[in-house]
């Protein structure tokens, strides 16, 4: 039960504020006397640093003056109900089937949860990059299953794995300009991760409303832009800025998760013994050593070229592909 108080929450406590619940982290009392908007009150404001419970928003924090923030409550604990009779076995089971997959451990890498915090029908075979997924320090995975077998499924079950384990925050989408809107509401609605699309409409309304200096890629830790928007000169130049500067160390790295659609668009054109890079490449290889994990799609990996194809795989994981080289087949590869 939530009430509404003008006391200030414990360390600790559950709280709402702005429909949202949050866990309080940090009260810090104000030293200054009280202020024209707080007259009526005989203790003085109280700034609160909040982190979120959430299942989409794990590690957001949120800092608050208790006293002024409009609508803001407290989750006052309350006692078990009284028992007064026993429930059908069906209903236990699924009772105790939801307490076990929601005390998961991050240390058990043979439970997975993200299955079970979705609203999909999943097939066996989707369930394989996931698994692969936790079991990777760092995750590098090529999915290169056909066209409709659900690798968008795939990759928002391996995002929700990682941040339900609190190995991930910050994602990027990067797909065809046409497929930005289907991947945000598959996103928000098969796996409740809600994500902003990062274009020339965004970028003139946070400018409007924030200054013209406003940077889109520090604003929101879930973001989806198309391959062709983020190429330009622009757009490319404001991610710079979010980078480490020529010198300075990249770890830990800035971003989490990079979710490349489409992938085979970004490879590297060319035949014979060498490729040339695009912008595409080049947008990418700037991008790509700044995610812990990567994810690349593509229903159509080779192009009959293998510089190309290596050439892709290098920029999945410079650190065990590189161009030219020989490849086995299914290393790294989920087809």
């Not at 923030?69 to 009772?95: M, N, Q, S, Y």
Request: some cysteine; overall charge negative.
């Amino acid at each position: 039960m939530a009430i509404a108080t003008p006391t200030p929450p414990e360390q600790g406590q559950l709280v709402c504020v702005r429909s949202r619940n949050w866990v309080v982290n940090e009260i810090v009392a104000s030293t200054l006397p009280p202020g024209s908007l707080s007259t009526a009150m005989e203790s003085p404001e109280h700034l609160l640093t909040l982190s979120s419970v959430e299942d989409d928003g794990l590690g957001e924090e949120l800092q608050v003056i208790w006293e002024l923030e409009p609508g803001a409550t407290v989750i006052e604990k309350v006692a078990l109900p009284e028992p007064t009779g026993f429930d059908a076995p069906e209903r236990l089971d699924a009772f105790l089937d939801a307490v076990r997959w929601g005390a998961s451990s991050s240390a058990d890498v043979r439970n997975i949860q993200s299955p079970f915090r979705s609203g999909i029908d999943i097939e066996d075979y989707q369930l394989d990059p996931v698994v692969r997924a936790i079991q990777m320090p760092r995750v590098s995975l090529l999915i290169a299953d056909d066209v409709g077998l659900g690798k968008t499924i795939e990759a928002g079950m391996v995002d929700l794995e990682l941040v339900i384990r609190h190995r991930a925050r910050r994602t990027l989408i990067v797909c065809p300009a046409s497929l930005q809107v289907q991947w945000r509401d598959q996103m928000r609605d098969k796996f409740g991760l809600d994500f902003r699309i990062v274009d020339a409409t965004l970028m003139k309304e946070l400018r409007r409303k924030r200054g013209i200096h406003v940077n889109p890629w520090t604003h929101f830790p879930r973001l989806i832009t198309s391959i062709d928007f983020l190429k330009r000169e622009r757009p490319l130049r404001l991610f710079k800025e979010t980078l480490p500067a020529e010198g300075e160390s990249i770890y830990p790295r800035r971003y989490d998760v990079l979710i490349l659609d489409e992938a085979h668009n970004c490879a590297p054109s060319g035949r014979g013994n060498y490729a040339i890079d695009s912008m595409r490449t080049d947008a990418i290889r700037l991008l790509a050593p700044h995610f812990e994990h990567k994810l690349f799609l593509t229903a159509t990996p080779h192009n009959g070229y293998s510089e190309s194809f290596t050439g892709l795989l290098e920029l999945l994981d410079n650190q065990r592909f590189a161009r030219a080289m020989s490849t086995d087949k299914g290393y790294g590869v989920r087809s």
